[in-house]
């Protein structure tokens, strides 16, 4: 429908790098690839055989003139056209001009794309400007116009016409062939290659034609598509194939002709040409990708994207759960009765999971805690255990794929967990605010920092226009933003990341929320200004009695701003206590592991120890504590059960039962 | 299998890169957007217009001798062709046709010996208004397809993947001649052909043009909508708008201009690329309605080897071309604000 003169999109190009026996083979495993493959080849094989069979068909004026556009019948499978000429017999000899049009059309690209885009990718340079600079010329070239005026000259000659199309397209294929050599090129093993004193033509064959085969087969397939259209277009206008000759386009211009009569005739020789330009372009989807597969590790997420909005009901945990670990819930239930009176946010049981190839794997693990009014908490660990996703889940953001499986979060007293979509959004900027680890890429690029501001004002303190704009000014000024009014004007992409991140703290601060989660807020700062933005936190916490929530892994800024600190390893809370008893002496393994390789807290001032080994992935959590593969005091016990949180003091809670042998090293 | 240009994916990957780590190639002021622009075009309606010239130069017989007939005369013959100045070489013949077309003469059509500026722009309007109409429709069906599919997922977004594919494998005259079929010759809503001036009858012109207009849209609508709900799928997974869902917005604010705006770049893009294509779907879909614009025009020129009028609508093709292309250029600025404003 839309002729272009190329349909040449570079992504594949530039993803696809394949070799060439592995491509195959994985082409072919494929079975829209087999059933497409299957069908070109048939084809082939028709417009091999049917002239030969049918040599009558060609030059055939006149059918049955008295049986002239009949419908299917047993006689004429597909019925007659206007000149009582058997139909399904045309449209088999038909098979070969239309054939012989794509392979002219494709000989051509190919001839012309596969070498220039080559040497232009190889060897760069003016060659490589050339290529590109003729790319952006014929993209603006209706192929079709072209091939008009060199009809025009050639009269009816299909040879022409479909060389004037491979001319015209041939730039997109050397683009695509030139992206994928650069690729190639830039690879370690092709200098090696160099080294060892192969020739260009022989590194050419040898290593890059192999890999970027991948991607010109997928343009070559997709041209072929293009080719097949516009070979069409020129025989449904009359402009190639002479008559009597049959041709699937001008067989569907026979039909329009005679459509008041008879509209059957339109149908067999469109579809067929449907089916087959169809063909094609989904070989070369399936062959885009077979090059791109190792690429793509994660999953489609065309149908994830409404569940954002969505939170799956809430549903009591599984008894096998509650079999699996009953002392450890009961024990939980316990300390929660005690430790969350008064409570702004209490998390209770928290389970989350999130969506993957091997099915769902668990990223929160029964997780509670709680945040008073006014009160900052850090939420301390390795990347990995579940610390961003317990600040996602209390705002109701999982990626995608991620759901709360079980357990509430109570925040002044409301469920988060069966809220609506729009309680959800009352909540969200208006009580529980985020700031997020990279302030550059959480500002929205496409409009002004005062805009957004005033946005989120207006939204939950309902402030008029013009009032909310002096509010959204206010604010910058409040997170001591000099020149307040020149940053409201400026795009995210015109602020430094300090400046960033004080206009995130700033639009969290909107809808003066009562709670502040900020996930990682210095991490990607400087040392410099990440102490002024920590001084920036706990002033406005203490000046608007805001509870702050300060998910982190770095000790410092624990011991700087927050009063309690959460220990989570591998989805699990395993300790929690105030922040100057943590420190002072950690009751569980890995608090401790943590402290030592702290490069500010270790006492070995030469070599800092690492804790050996990796938090576990979601999914592939050890039975029994799930430390106990890197933790130094583990025993039998640890192996085996799941570990209860244990209250050693009446503030302190560790996920450990060798806490005492702990304590004692520390003293 | 929509079609993306190199230039286009390099901006879409841009703006989902967040931009500003290559904030500097996206640098360009509207001006710059501008000279650019013609810069290329030069060239290119060069290399347009040329081409004939050089074709002809390379193949026996001309146009005086299709005038004359075989029988003429070898005097007849080299009169005409003296006058029609095809004694001179090409590239004299090029230069002075060149010169003429800058002042607007395209030369006189060897058929009906009319002017063919003057013939081109009496059927320029039905041309435009096929492919303003058409553009029009493909943008406005096509990105409200795409952010519904984008947004609601499921059925919707599988439906619009295979819509994505029919609209690329059904040849635009044989959507037209479907759409004759079920809407002209069965339900005799529309007729099937000819076309009625705006002036004459706006109701009239209106059903003339609305079954080729659909005809040519499609196709696009198809690419509008597949694009639209990639990069809207692309928008709606960024850090950005997971901290605006954070800021508590309303989901309708969020996706129609936090993502919309952001996932436009992209889309304004394929929409250059289907500008290209609608104007040779004209072609088709002028021929099979019976429009009078300028694709039936070529046609008839081409079928009767008039290479002065096939000429200038190659040339008027392109001026099109690069005007929509320079439209949106612009537009695209606009949109991503990541450029010098200093």
Known sequence: ?667 | MTAVPAFARDRAQAHRNGGWELAFLSRRSVVGVVLRRVALAVPLLVAVSGLSFVLVSVTPGDAARQIVGVNASQATYLSVRKELGLNLPVYTQYWHWLTHAIHGDLGTSLLTGQAVGQTISSRLPVTIALVGVALLVSLVVGVALGVASAVRGGVLGRAIDAFALLGFAFPVFWVGAILIAVFAVKLRWFPASGYVPISESVGQWLSSFALPALALSLGGIAAMAKQTRESMLDVLGSEYIRMVRASGLAPSSIVLRHALKNAAAPVLTVLGVQAVGLLGGTILVENVFALPGLGSLVVSATLGHDLPVVEGVAVVFTLIVVAVNLAIDIGYTLLNPRIDTR
């Not at chain 1, 195959?24 to 494929?30: D, F, P, T, V, Y």
């Not at chain 1, 067929?272 to 597969?293: C, H, K, Q, S």
């Not at chain 1, 989660?517 to 210095?522: G, N, Q």
């Open chain 1, 1 to 667: 429908m839309t002729v272009v003169p190329s349909p040449v999109d570079s992504t594949w190009g530039q993803a696809g790098i394949s070799e060439t026996p592995k491509f195959l083979g994985r082409l072919m495993r494929r079975p829209v690839a087999i059933v497409c493959v299957g069908y070109v080849a048939a084809l082939i094989a028709v417009a091999v055989v049917a002239p030969i069979a049918m040599p009558w068909v060609a030059n055939q004026h006149a059918g049955d003139l008295l049986a002239t556009r009949q419908g299917p019948s047993s006689h004429h499978l597909l019925g007659t056209d206007t000149l009582g000429r058997d139909v399904l017999e045309r449209i088999l000899v038909g098979t070969r001009v239309s054939l012989l049009g794509v392979g002219e059309a494709l000989a051509v690209v190919l001839v012309l794309g596969v070498p220039f885009g080559l040497v232009a990718g190889y060897h760069g340079g003016w060659l490589d400007r050339i290529v590109t600079w003729l790319g952006d010329l014929t993209f603006s070239i209706p192929a079709i116009v072209m091939i008009m005026v060199v009809l025009a000259v050639f009269p009816e000659s299909m040879l022409a016409g479909m060389c004037t199309l491979g001319v015209v397209a041939a730039p997109g294929l050397m683009r695509v062939v030139r992206a994928a050599t650069l690729q190639v090129r830039d690879e370690l093993y092709i200098g090696a290659a160099r080294v060892s004193g192969l020739s260009h033509v022989q590194i050419i064959r040898r290593h890059v034609l192999s890999r970027i085969a991948g991607p010109i087969i997928v343009q070559a397939s997709l041209l072929a598509a293009l080719a097949l259209l516009v070979q069409s277009y020129l025989a449904f206008l009359g402009l190639v194939v002479a008559a009597p000759a049959p041709s699937w386009g001008g067989m569907v211009a026979d039909g329009v002709n005679a459509l008041e009569l008879q509209s059957w005739l339109i149908w067999p020789p469109g579809i067929v040409l449907a089916v087959t330009i169809l063909a094609f372009g989904l070989l070369g989807d399936a062959a885009r990708d077979a090059t791109t597969e190792r690429w793509s590790p994660t999953p489609s997420r065309s149908d994830t994207s409404r569940r954002r909005y969505r939170r799956k009901p809430v549903r009591p945990a599984d008894d096998s759960d509650q079999q699996r670990r009953p002392s450890r819930r009961t024990r939980d239930e316990t300390d929660r009765s005690t430790d969350t009176r008064g409570a702004l946010l209490t998390v209770d049981g928290l389970t989350a999971s999130f969506g993957t190839r091997a099915g769902r794997a668990t990223v929160l693990a029964d997780v509670s805690f709680a945040i008073d009014e006014g009160e900052a908490v850090g939420l301390v660990g390795e990347s990995g255990c579940g610390k961003t996703a317990t600040a996602m889940a209390i705002l109701g953001l999982l990626p995608a794929s991620g759901t709360v499986d079980s357990g509430k979060i109570i925040f002044d007293g409301r469920d988060l967990t069966s809220l609506s979509a729009r309680g959800m959004g009352r909540i969200r900027g208006g009580e529980i605010a985020l700031v997020s680890q990279e302030p550059m890429v959480g500002l929205n690029p496409a409009f002004r920092v005062g805009w957004q501001l005033a946005e989120c004002v207006r939204r939950h303190l309902h402030l008029p226009r013009t009032e909310a704009k002096a509010a959204a000014i206010e604010l910058l000024r409040l997170v001591r933003l000099p020149n307040p009014e020149s940053v409201a004007r400026r795009y995210p992409h015109e602020l430094s990341g300090g400046m960033a991140q004080r206009v995130a703290i700033a639009r969290a601060l909107a809808g003066n929320p009562k709670l502040l989660i900020a996930d990682e807020p210095t991490t990607a700062l400087d040392v410099t200004v990440q102490a002024e933005i920590l001084n920036l936190l706990r002033e406005l916490r203490r000046d608007r009695q805001m509870a702050l929530l300060l998910v982190t892994h770095d000790w410092g800024v624990v011991a700087d701003v927050c009063d309690r600190a959460l220990v989570m390893y591998a989805g699990e809370i395993v300790e929690r206590a105030r922040v100057e008893r943590m420190f002072r002496a950690p009751l569980h393994p890995y608090t401790e592991a943590l402290f030592a390789s702290n490069p500010y807290l270790a006492n070995h001032a030469d070599e800092l120890p690492m804790i050996p080994g990796a938090v576990p992935l979601p999914g592939m959590w050890p039975i029994g504590c799930h430390f106990h593969p890197r933790c130094r005091y583990a025993i039998d016990q640890c192996r085996t059960g799941a570990i209860a949180l244990a209250r050693p003091e009446p503030d302190h809670e560790t996920r450990c039962t060798e806490y005492k042998r702990l304590a004692g090293a520390a003293r």
